[in-house]
């Protein structure tokens, strides 16, 4: 079956660090895949989009790398601050509009 | 621009009642989704419309779930009757397009969630 799958455990980092959160795939074709950031008591915010054809994209502090051979993508924030902390999705879409969302990973930046 | 719009945001009931919930969605917007999120997991998708039609009812309990949207606009999302298991957060969202396009991207817009408790 299709399967999506984040890092289970929290990620607590140091302030200033880069943060790597990784997602997982088996059985599935995804189209492109995004990454969303929710809040408590929030709806998820679309952070970065990326296409199956595409190695990386970059926004500001972040980064996602797509590797279809592993299938994975790594999410990385940079200069991490504790505004970073947050809950982050990554959401894969097939070609056929199929939709599945990982679990998530609960990120801490500690001062 | 206003975001999506979502009501109640909070609804406490028993096992075996009716509730419903209403999604007013980005002006513009053509797909409308419904997601249900249980505490300490992803948004699972219930139902995709777009316009008017279903795109994706697959994990829709459809003995116990019901959605709608009228004239392609608003939405509402009916349980009858609630179980104790539907406890989670239902969440809205919108999007311009519906990523349904080959080689298109689409990026959908949230709305704060409607946390329904079933006792």
């Known amino acids: 079956s299709q399967k999506i799958e984040q890092n289970s455990e929290a990620l607590n980092i140091q302030e200033g660090k880069t943060a790597t959160l990784t997602c997982n795939y088996t059985?599935?074709?995804?189209?492109?895949l995004q990454w969303y950031r929710q809040d408590p008591g929030r709806g998820p915010v679309f952070l970065l989009l990326i296409r199956e054809n595409e190695k990386e994209k970059r926004k500001e502090r972040l980064k996602v790398t797509f590797d279809t051979t592993l299938k994975q993508s790594l999410f990385h924030i940079t200069a991490s601050q504790p505004a970073d902390s947050a809950t982050y999705l990554c959401a894969f879409y097939s070609s056929a509009s199929k939709i599945i969302f990982g679990s998530g990973t609960r990120l801490s930046i500690r001062p | 621009e206003a975001g999506v719009a979502q009501s109640p945001r909070y609804k406490i009931i028993e096992k075996r009642q009716s509730v419903a919930f209403w999604c007013n969605p980005i002006s513009g917007h053509a797909t409308l989704y419904w997601y249900q999120q249980i505490l300490g997991q992803g948004p699972k998708l219930l139902i995709q419309f777009q316009n008017n039609g279903v795109v994706d009812d697959s994990q829709l309990p459809k003995d116990r779930f019901s959605a709608e949207r009228l004239k392609g606009v608003d939405s509402t999302l009916k349980i009858q009757p609630a179980k104790l298991e539907d406890s989670a957060v239902y969440l809205c969202a919108s999007s311009p397009l519906g990523g349904t396009f080959r080689g298109s991207t689409d990026t959908q817009y949230f709305g704060p969630g409607t946390r329904l408790t079933v006792l």
């Open positions: 059985n599935y074709s995804p189209a492109y």
